[in-house]
């Protein structure tokens, strides 16, 4: 399978976001890729701590974001990772949850993930509160596949290996990890914890970022990056928005868990 990330500098502008997605989707497929996977908080970024009841908040049935990613998966024939968008929590109209979602080739929404480790610290250039408009999920989710079973985190949860063990029990060979990394985190952070997941884990990471600054008082790392199960970094996009590609070769990662079978020499 060819998989690819893509890179995006997202604001408010619902409109603009969703067109510059369509533009980095058509570009990986045209490079070939059958799985393309894109940043959290893909549709909208908004300011820090920003409280207010989130303008676009939906359904995951009939909303705009839900149906703009059906449609360019079933476009372009391809596995579609759209990052996060805000979904509606019915029992608390002030806040959503940041859900991750995977569309099938033909359109159909095949899996959701509302993001359970929530993004509340106050490290040096950056004190964020994500609570204070999200609602934690509860649930691991594995999606599987014809291609492949695909693990969905979104960004935070990649402090918290126990959830990747959870979805390497339930089969996961890929792992989504769709961010908004702060560039202090970021640069001390992000390729130590991803490389980590990928080889503890014997899985694939797909990791696809937002970059640079969205508003006054929001900027993200970028450097979105495709790991193989031996921590190896496949493919990184430079900065700015763009995508890359990489071969996740499924038979190697098959002979790297026969190996060296870490995942079954686990003792608790």
């Not at 995006?8 to 997605?21: F, K």
């Not at 045209?30 to 940043?39: D, F, T, V």
């Not at 549709?43 to 705009?64: C, T, V, W």
């Amino acid at each position: 399978m060819i998989a690819a990330v893509v890179q995006m500098t997202s604001g408010v502008d619902l409109t603009h976001n969703l067109e510059r997605a369509a533009h980095w989707i058509a570009r990986a497929a045209q490079a070939g890729a059958e799985l393309i996977s894109l940043p959290e908080n893909m549709p909208i970024l908004r300011e820090e701590n920003d409280s207010a009841p989130h303008p676009f908040a939906q359904d995951m049935k009939d909303g705009p974001v839900v149906r703009f990613l059906s449609e360019q998966a079933r476009t372009h024939g391809v596995w579609l990772a759209g990052g996060t968008l805000p979904e509606r929590v019915p029992e608390d109209p002030d806040r959503v949850y940041n859900t991750a979602v995977l569309h099938a080739p033909d359109g159909e929404l095949c899996a959701s993930y509302r993001k359970i480790h929530l993004f509340d610290v106050d490290v040096p250039g950056a004190v964020l509160r994500e609570s204070r408009g999200a609602a934690a999920g509860t649930e691991a989710v594995v999606a599987h596949t014809v291609r492949a079973a695909i693990g969905l985190t979104v960004c935070y949860d990649l402090r918290f290996p126990e959830l990747y063990r959870e979805l390497v029990a339930r089969g996961a060979q890929i792992l989504l990890v769709p961010s908004a990394f702060t560039v202090p985190t970021g640069r001390d952070h992000w390729e130590i914890l991803l490389r980590a997941r990928a080889i503890e884990n014997q899985c694939f990471v797909l990791a696809a970022g937002q970059y640079g600054e969205h508003n006054s008082t929001r900027r993200s790392y970028g450097r979105s990056m495709i790991i193989d199960p031996w921590g190896v970094v496949l493919a990184t996009v430079p900065d700015g928005e763009g995508f890359a590609t990489a071969r996740l070769d499924f038979e190697a990662q098959a002979e790297v868990r026969r190996r060296l079978p870490a995942l079954a020499h686990r003792r608790l």
